[in-house]
């Protein structure tokens, strides 16, 4: 009986202990907080939107807001390391967004960094693709240009009442024929990788330039590195 | 009594010309092609024990060289875009790359191996820089974004962004110490920033450029900064003070590239202008100037000086290797 009695002591002491451990390990479990900043996509200018965070089952963990007065800043505190979040965006003057975010699995830092940049919800305005999916002179997409695309691909994605344009610019001023066909090519190639992608075709027309982008012409001289001229491209929004 | 004048002002005026041409033939160099890039150049990098050296291109690869025979030991491919600059960490264990892809990659130096693609930049990445210091893991980037991000590249976290510059920035270095990042912009400003984790503003601003800001770099021992500008002039700052020390009027146009030799006040520079031209960074006066006949976007030196690695327009590889002259000494190599 004197057995039975220590060993249920035991017992219990060894449930208490570890459920003692267990609030000590939610009391010690590192948090993190993400800032970073919330530009447009278009002229760069800081924006004040509000940021919701999902985790992965799509349940509200967490939001607050960007102040385009100070710089577009932002912080959200309390994500756990090792978890997936997203962060969705939805303002009326803006495109709905939805960003994937990984938290590092280490206690190591405090506050880890992101910025987003969201696209203008406006008729006729031209959102550009900061890198061109296209080798010079050619109108296959490149190797890896998927990795590009993918934040254009899924605003169209999240905002289906969006009809637009693909729009494509050639890389020099030489031959207007051949610079039309070329800038066709892309465009139709950046129309049938977006409808192979989950974007309805009926959404999408191409336009193809046979110069090169007025607002983004090839540099006369050589200037400081990194300025590599390939033809632009643009989706420009037709009907919200 | 003029005659006699004249005569002594003659032969003064022969004595200095001899001592200048002496001077002059104190570093003299050849040149040598050591390999090919497909296309242009953009960035050079001499590790720390001067083994080898790194070089990035427009044809969206980096090579690494041995040091001093200069043969091809590793192409690295994986960039999807051009690549724009590399560094070595302070080990040389590894190696960063910026690209205009948007990246910052991080290899493994003796298998030439991708372990990281850090992504973040909403621009293209021009400057990069690995933290020197042994125990950290971190590494800078600068971006036409404006920004300037450090990284913990194990982790692949991006772990501060600096806000400040507004313009493009266009190149970034990491101290010797350790303690500060410099930045440089086509603001035409340096700003120098703390790389603890908690303080976001910049230290100091330096004014002193009146042109956009293409390069700026630590001396190893992390009491002077050069920075070179899109007229062709070099500053030489004293740190961590930031006064300015020394402006040259260095090269007819811009400077893409300077860096210092392993005894802090050798400093080397190339331009478009075709020309390499080594300075004295104290005084500075010009210890050698070489015509390369291509325009050379990058440069870099082994810590004696005895090497100097070029990164020509051309896609050339090109050693300049010091024929006679007096060493410049010390341990330390790299950029």
Same mark, same amino acid.
């Given at each position: 009986?004197?057995?039975?009695?220590?060993?249920?002591?035991?017992?219990?002491?060894?449930?208490?202990?570890?459920?003692?451990?267990k609030?000590?390990?939610?009391?010690?479990?590192?948090?993190?907080?993400?800032?970073?900043?919330?530009i447009?996509?278009?002229?760069?200018?800081?924006?004040?939107?509000?940021?919701?965070?999902?985790?992965e089952?799509?349940?509200?963990?967490?939001?607050t807001?960007?102040?385009?007065? %100070?710089?577009?800043?932002?912080?959200?505190?309390?994500l756990?390391?090792?978890?997936?979040?997203?962060?969705?965006?939805?303002?009326?003057?803006?495109?709905?967004?939805?960003? %994937?975010?990984?938290?590092?699995?280490?206690?190591?830092?405090? %506050?880890? #960094?992101?910025?987003?940049?969201?696209?203008?919800?406006?008729?006729?305005v031209?959102?550009?693709?900061?890198?061109?999916?296209?080798?010079?002179?050619?109108?296959?997409?490149r190797?890896?240009?998927?990795?590009?695309?993918?934040?254009?691909?899924?605003?169209?994605i999240?905002?289906?009442?969006?009809?637009? %344009?693909?729009q494509?610019?050639?890389?020099?001023?030489?031959?207007?024929?051949?610079?039309?066909?070329?800038?066709?090519?892309?465009?139709?190639?950046?129309?049938?990788?977006?409808?192979?992608?989950?974007?309805?075709?009926?959404?999408? #027309?191409?336009?193809g330039?046979?110069?090169?982008?007025?607002?983004?012409?090839?540099?006369?001289t050589?200037?400081?590195?990194?300025?590599?001229?390939?033809?632009?491209?643009?989706?420009?929004?037709?009907?919200? | 009594?003029?005659?006699?004048?004249r005569?002594?002002?003659?032969l003064?005026?022969?004595?200095?010309?001899?001592?200048?041409?002496?001077?002059?033939?104190?570093?003299?160099?050849?040149?040598?092609?050591?390999?090919?890039?497909?296309d242009?150049?953009?960035?050079?990098?001499?590790?720390?024990?001067?083994?080898?050296?790194?070089?990035?291109?427009?044809?969206?690869?980096?090579?690494?060289?041995?040091l001093? !025979?200069?043969?091809?030991?590793?192409?690295?491919t994986?960039?999807?875009?051009?690549?724009?600059?590399?560094?070595?960490?302070?080990?040389?264990?590894?190696?960063?790359?910026a690209?205009?892809?948007?990246?910052v990659?991080?290899?493994?130096?003796?298998?030439?191996?991708?372990?990281?693609?850090?992504?973040?930049?909403?621009?293209?990445?021009?400057?990069?820089?690995?933290?020197?210091?042994d125990?950290?893991t971190?590494?800078?980037?600068?971006?036409?974004?404006?920004?300037?991000?450090?990284?913990?590249f194990?982790?692949?976290?991006?772990?501060?962004?600096?806000? !400040?510059?507004?313009?493009?920035?266009?190149?970034?270095?990491?101290?010797?110490?350790?303690?500060?990042?410099?930045?440089c912009?086509?603001?035409?400003t340096?700003?120098?920033?703390?790389?603890?984790?908690?303080?976001?503003?910049?230290?100091m601003t330096?004014?002193?450029?009146?042109?956009?800001?293409l390069?700026?770099?630590?001396?190893?021992?992390?009491?002077?900064?050069?920075?070179?500008?899109?007229?062709?002039?070099?500053?030489?700052?004293?740190?961590?003070?930031?006064?300015?020390?020394?402006?040259?009027?260095?090269?007819?146009?811009l400077?893409?590239?300077?860096?210092?030799?392993?005894?802090?006040?050798?400093?080397?520079?190339?331009?478009?202008?075709?020309?390499?031209?080594?300075?004295?960074?104290?005084?500075?006066?010009?210890l050698?100037?070489?015509?390369?006949?291509?325009?050379?976007?990058?440069?870099?030196?082994v810590? !004696?000086?005895?090497?100097?690695?070029?990164?020509?327009?051309?896609?050339?590889?090109?050693?300049?290797?010091?024929?006679?002259?007096?060493?410049?000494?010390?341990?330390?190599?790299?950029k």
């Amino acid at each position: 009986m004197k057995a039975r009695i220590f060993i249920l002591i035991i017992c219990a002491f060894s449930f208490f202990q570890s459920l003692n451990l267990k609030s000590q390990d939610n009391l010690v479990n590192p948090v993190v907080a993400v800032t970073g900043t919330v530009i447009n996509a278009v002229t760069h200018e800081p924006v004040s939107v509000f940021l919701i965070v999902l985790d992965e089952n799509g349940k509200r963990v967490n939001a607050t807001r960007s102040n385009s007065a %100070e710089n577009g800043y932002y912080y959200l505190p309390s994500l756990k390391p090792g978890k997936k979040y997203y962060i969705t965006i939805n303002h009326p003057n803006f495109c709905k967004e939805k960003f %994937e975010i990984n938290i590092a699995n280490t206690g190591k830092y405090l %506050e880890i #960094s992101r910025d987003f940049q969201v696209s203008p919800l406006q008729q006729d305005v031209k959102i550009p693709l900061a890198v061109p999916p296209f080798e010079y002179s050619k109108s296959k997409l490149r190797v890896g240009a998927e990795d590009f695309l993918a934040g254009i691909k899924s605003t169209l994605i999240n905002n289906p009442q969006i009809k637009f %344009e693909v729009q494509c610019y050639p890389d020099n001023d030489n031959d207007r024929a051949e610079n039309k066909k070329l800038a066709d090519d892309r465009a139709n190639t950046l129309v049938n990788f977006l409808a192979a992608n989950g974007v309805d075709k009926s959404r999408i #027309s191409a336009k193809g330039f046979d110069s090169t982008d007025p607002n983004n012409p090839p540099p006369k001289t050589k200037k400081a590195k990194g300025k590599k001229y390939i033809g632009t491209s643009y989706i420009k929004f037709t009907q919200l | 009594m003029i005659r006699i004048f004249r005569l002594s002002f003659f032969l003064l005026l022969i004595s200095v010309l001899s001592l200048t041409t002496i001077v002059a033939q104190e570093y003299k160099y050849s040149m040598k092609t050591i390999g090919q890039h497909d296309d242009e150049v953009l960035g050079v990098f001499v590790n720390e024990d001067n083994t080898k050296v790194a070089t990035c291109s427009l044809d969206e690869t980096i090579k690494i060289w041995s040091l001093p !025979d200069g043969k091809l030991l590793h192409t690295l491919t994986g960039h999807l875009g051009q690549v724009n600059n590399v560094s070595f960490s302070g080990n040389d264990k590894w190696l960063a790359s910026a690209s205009s892809d948007q990246t910052v990659r991080i290899w493994d130096v003796e298998t030439g191996q991708q372990l990281k693609v850090l992504k973040g930049h909403t621009d293209q990445v021009i400057g990069v820089y690995f933290s020197q210091d042994d125990s950290t893991t971190f590494v800078a980037s600068t971006s036409f974004d404006k920004t300037v991000k450090l990284w913990d590249f194990k982790l692949g976290t991006e772990i501060k962004t600096l806000r !400040d510059h507004t313009k493009q920035t266009n190149n970034v270095a990491y101290s010797y110490d350790g303690k500060t990042l410099a930045s440089c912009s086509d603001d035409m400003t340096i700003k120098i920033w703390s790389t603890d984790l908690t303080t976001k503003e910049p230290l100091m601003t330096l004014l002193g450029h009146d042109a956009p800001v293409l390069t700026c770099v630590y001396s190893f021992d992390s009491k002077k900064l050069a920075s070179s500008d899109e007229k062709g002039i070099i500053i030489v700052w004293e740190m961590p003070s930031g006064k300015q020390l020394r402006k040259i009027n260095a090269h007819k146009e811009l400077i893409q590239d300077v860096s210092f030799a392993g005894d802090n006040q050798t400093m080397v520079s190339a331009s478009l202008d075709k020309t390499v031209k080594l300075w004295d960074s104290e005084t500075g006066k010009n210890l050698m100037t070489f015509d390369t006949g291509v325009e050379v976007w990058s440069v870099d030196l082994v810590s !004696d000086a005895g090497i100097i690695v070029l990164g020509c327009a051309d896609g050339s590889v090109r050693f300049l290797n010091r024929e006679s002259g007096k060493k410049t000494g010390k341990t330390k190599g790299g950029k």
